[in-house]
C-alpha cells in the first residue's frame, strides 16, 4: 500500500498494539460514488431500494428491492436481505455462532440450491444488539460463496480475505480492508 503524503487525504491507521501505521492514500471517488473511508464506526444500517439476487447452482435463491446496506469504516457494504426474499429450504441452519462487537451474536446457515452447498454462507443476528435491531429478521451472505451476487444488475465482487461479507460494486471506492496489508485496519 502506498504511503500518502498528502495530509487532506489521509486515513492514520494504528495496528493493534497501537503502533502507528503509515497512512494509506483513498482511492479516487467519482460522482455517484461513496468513500468506504466516510462510513461510520460503528457501522450504520441503511434502508435500500437496490435491486439485490443471488444465485446458486444456477438458481436465484433470492431477491428483494427492501434489502439493508451495513456501513463500516473500511468495508464495501454488507447486504442484508429479508427472510422472506429466501424460497423455503434455501437457508439450513447450522451449529455455531460468532460475535460482533457491535451486533451481537449471529446464528449461520447453509445456503442449498440447484444441487449445491454453499457451507456456512449465510448468517443472521436473531436478537441484535441495540441500534441494530433493524437486522432482526434479515440474512446477510457471502457473495463469494454463491454463483453470482448483483446490485441493480451489476455483478458483485466480493470482499477479500474469506471472513468479511462485503460487496463491492462501482457505486464504492476503497482501499478495502481484507486485502493483503490490511489485517491491522
Known amino acids: ?14 495496528q ?11 482511492d479516487p471517488t467519482g460522482p455517484g460514488q461513496e468513500s468506504v473511508w466516510d462510513y461510520p464506526r460503528p ?29 463500516e469504516t473500511s468495508h464495501p457494504p454488507a447486504y442484508y436481505l429479508p427472510y422472506a426474499a429466501f424460497p423455503d429450504g434455501v437457508l439450513v441452519p447450522v451449529a455455531g455462532s460468532t460475535y460482533c462487537e457491535f451486533k451481537g451474536h449471529a446464528s449461520y446457515f447453509d445456503v442449498v440450491a440447484g444441487g449445491a452447498r454453499a457451507a456456512r454462507a449465510a448468517w443472521t443476528y436473531r436478537d441484535p444488539s441495540p441500534g441494530f435491531q433493524a437486522l432482526r429478521e434479515h440474512v446477510a451472505v457471502m457473495p463469494g460463496a454463491m454463483d453470482r451476487c448483483t446490485v441493480d444488475g451489476e455483478v458483485v ?23 493483503p496489508g490490511t489485517f491491522g485496519w
Not at 450504520?44 to 451495513?70: C, I, K, Y
Not at 461479507?165 to 462501482?170: E, N, P
Open 1 to 14: 500500500m502506498p504511503v500518502n503524503t498528502d495530509p487532506s487525504n489521509s486515513i492514520p491507521l494504528t
Open 43 to 71: 457501522p450504520r444500517v441503511d434502508p435500500s431500494d437496490e435491486r439485490v439476487e443471488l444465485v446458486l447452482g444456477g438458481v436465484v435463491v433470492a431477491h428483494t428491492t427492501e434489502s439493508l446496506r451495513v456501513l
Open 16 to 26: 493493534r498494539d497501537d503502533a502507528p501505521m503509515a497512512a494509506i492514500s483513498r
Open 157 to 179: 465482487r466480493p470482499q477479500a480475505g474469506g471472513f468479511y461479507g462485503g460487496w463491492i460494486t462501482a457505486r464504492v471506492t476503497g482501499p478495502f480492508k481484507g486485502e
